[in-house]
Nanobody, 125 residues
Framework: QVQVVESGGGLVQAGGSLRLSCAASGSAFSINTMGWYRQAPGKQRELVAT???????NYADSVKGRFTISRDNAKNMVHLQMNSLKPEDTAVYYCNVDGKYWSRSYVRWDDLNAWGQGTLVTVSS
């Protein structure tokens, strides 16, 4: 089907920056929306930012002005530039892809919604 792999997490001091990347690979698929979500310890997973194939971006209020999402449609990649990081940004960040994939079993296009394994971002105060 489709594999989603994140990279770029790590440890950074408050006020610092990190850039996360995510790549989707597989055969016979088409992606509409790519996005980043995060889950802090003891909390539910929440939306960080999403971007459509046309470049329309959406951000959580908590990251507006600090994070920037971008996308390379030709490479099926999405990036998240995180600036002015705060300790409350500490979480596991997950990449999500939404679109269609070709199902050989049913010989049709089926809905695609896939997650990566997550990458840990730790912001120290």
């Amino acid at each position: 089907q489709v594999q989603v792999v994140e990279s770029g997490g790590g440890l950074v001091q408050a006020g610092g920056s990190l850039r996360l990347s995510c790549a989707a690979s597989g055969s016979a698929f088409s992606i509409n929306t790519m996005g980043w979500y995060r889950q802090a310890p003891g909390k539910q997973r929440e939306l960080v930012a999403t971007i459509t194939s046309g470049g329309s971006a959406n951000y959580a209020d908590s990251v507006k002005g600090r994070f920037t999402i971008s996308r390379d449609n030709a490479k099926n990649m999405v990036h998240l530039q995180m600036n002015s990081l705060k300790p409350e940004d500490t979480a596991v960040y997950y990449c999500n892809v939404d679109g269609k994939y070709w199902s050989r079993s049913y010989v049709r296009w089926d809905d695609l919604n896939a997650w990566g394994q997550g990458t840990l971002v730790t912001v120290s105060s």
